[in-house]
């Protein structure tokens, strides 16, 4: 008889060390595997105040041509103690050749984002292609997110806002640190 509950025979790895080997085309995103933990700072002129914010990044694949992308952040006062929790997505990176990127990216504000962009040296910077939105989210019209490998188990992240009728500009920026 089958085990009804078997362990999945594909998981994922953080590492590119790690089986399964990673597809070619993730080469020049093969920095970036693991999970990453930092501190950032945000901004936008809707908003009374800038904030402060602490987030955990995972990258991770399994063998095939795209990772799977995981980025959960929540507030801190200035103690870097937590307040509450705060934005969260999800989704894939599809590489294609040449360091392409396609990268689908969901969040629980009812956001939905299509972005393309590049992968290389040590810089992937993705822009908007198309946004789309569940009828009560917040109009937002495009996004811009660079993620910099800034040293071996440093990364920056930088991300740009077009949404509820203010033109594209920062709004979040974050120094990240590969955990383990
Ligand atoms: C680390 C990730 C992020 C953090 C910590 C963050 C934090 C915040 C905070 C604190 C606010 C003020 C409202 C509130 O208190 O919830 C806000 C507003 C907003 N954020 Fe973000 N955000 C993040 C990522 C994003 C992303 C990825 C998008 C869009 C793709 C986005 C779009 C917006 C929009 C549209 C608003 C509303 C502005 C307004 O209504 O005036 N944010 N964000």
Redesign the pocket.
Known sequence: MSDPAPQHPYPDAHHPDEAPAPHALLTPVLGLLGTWHGR?S?E?P??DAD?A?A?EVTFSHDGRPFLHYE?R?W?VDADGRPLRP??R?SGWWRLQADGRVEALIT?P?G?A?IAVGHAGGDTVDLSTHEVALAPTA?K?DA?RRRYTLTAPGTLTFV?D?A??GQPLQH??S?LLHRKG
């Open positions: 950032g945000g936008y809707t908003l904030f914010y987030q980025a952040a507030l705060s934005a997505e969040q504000t956001v984002e917040k937002v996004t991300h806002l949404a509820v709004h979040l974050a």
